[in-house]
Nanobody, 124 residues
Framework: QVQLVESGGGLVQAGGSLRLSCAASGRTFSGYGMGWFRQAPGFEREFVAAINWNGRSTYYADSVKGRFTISRDNAKDTVYLHMNNLKPEDTAVYYC?????????????????WGQGTQVTVSS
């Protein structure tokens, strides 16, 4: 059974940092792009960051550029999201996903496998 399991979420004060991890099991996704999305209560799911299969290309939402960094370790089938200088508006459930369909990296419809999400709460 294919699974994506996110971890690393939690409660942090504004200005703090967290590192999210997304580990794949059941099969390898090392040949595919990976992305992070987030959803806050009452809002639609939005794109956060993405990385291509070999890690040489990365993509970020304007709201997180300069603060978040996405990376991957294909040997561990794991993708990371390093989040610095967190703000209260970053509070959301964060999801990782596998991009197996053609299209822009910031489009959720180009991703098919999704994790269950991890909660990130940033207090002011």
């Amino acid at each position: 059974q294919v699974q994506l399991v996110e971890s690393g979420g939690g409660l942090v004060q504004a200005g703090g940092s967290l590192r999210l991890s997304c580990a794949a099991s059941g099969r390898t996704f090392s040949g595919y792009g990976m992305g992070w999305f987030r959803q806050a209560p009452g809002f639609e799911r939005e794109f956060v960051a993405a990385i291509n299969w070999n890690g040489r290309s990365t993509y970020y939402a304007d709201s997180v550029k300069g603060r978040f960094t996405i990376s991957r370790d294909n040997a561990k089938d794991t993708v990371y999201l390093h989040m610095n200088n967190l703000k209260p508006e970053d509070t959301a459930v964060y999801y990782c996903a596998v991009k197996r369909m053609y299209g822009d990296y910031n489009r959720s419809r180009t991703y098919d496998y999704w994790g269950q999400g991890t909660q990130v709460t940033v207090s002011s």
